[in-house]
């Protein structure tokens, strides 16, 4: 099986910009989740999506947001870009909530300017 | 609330040493207890789990962790630690219905 795969592996964007990424889940996998790591606060959870629903939701401000598709791929947004949002973000997938572990993606590597 | 204490930020271990990852928890509930490895620019992968049963889980890699419930701890050992075994360690945590809350991770350096 394919692992969790994530687009665009490298982002350069500069303050004030919007920015769209997008994870596919392992075949079969209908929990998605988001998290924001960087040196300074390690993994922070964003949210988890489940048969398209937003199921739980991390601390961060609604410029964050974020969405699943019926085929269980996910996008995640960023609006009105800040400095601090310079982060990799990681989507992880699973079969469902509770007992599942989460299998990761390599990551997006964003850097705001 | 969850949270998960990794009381170490670094970890030094001579190879073919026994090595041991920290890991203390809070939840309300029973805890669903995760280990997590990640190398330089790559994404997390997956250890081992304690969800239920045994105290004593076993996982990739010659990876092992203990569950004890009275000490709210799921420490991560290994019986002879490899160079290769070098790499960013987090402990997870996940109460039902909940997400998950990861660690802030503990670097392993493991010296030839």
């Known amino acids: 099986k394919a692992g969790v795969t994530q687009t665009p592996r490298y982002l350069i964007k500069t303050r004030g910009q919007q920015v769209t990424l997008s994870c596919s889940p392992i075949s079969g996998h209908r929990s998605v989740s988001w998290y924001q790591q960087t040196p300074g606060q390690g993994l922070q959870f964003l949210f988890e999506y489940f048969s398209e629903t937003q199921r739980n939701k991390g601390n961060f401000p609604g410029r964050f947001s974020g969405r699943q598709f019926s085929n269980s791929r996910s996008e995640m947004n960023v609006s009105t870009l800040e400095l601090g949002d310079s982060a990799l973000y990681l989507c992880?997938?699973?079969?469902?909530?509770?007992?599942?572990?989460?299998?990761f993606g390599p990551g997006t590597r964003l850097t705001v300017t | 609330a969850q949270s998960v204490a990794q009381p170490e930020d670094q970890v030094n271990v001579a190879e073919g040493n026994p090595l041991t990852v920290k890991c203390t928890y809070s939840v309300s509930g029973n805890p669903y207890l995760f280990w997590y490895v990640q190398y330089p620019n790559r994404g997390l992968q997956f250890l081992l789990k304690?969800?239920?049963?045994?105290?004593l889980v076993k996982g990739s890699y010659g990876f092992e962790a203990e569950f004890n419930k009275s000490q709210t701890s799921f420490h991560l050992k290994k019986p002879s630690a490899l160079v290769s075994d070098s790499a960013l360690y987090f402990c997870a945590v996940r109460a039902y219905g909940q997400n998950f809350v990861f660690g802030p991770g503990t670097r392993l350096s493991v010296l030839p």
């Open positions: 992880a997938s699973s079969p469902g909530q509770g007992v599942y572990e989460q299998y």
């Open positions: 304690y969800i239920t049963g045994d105290n």
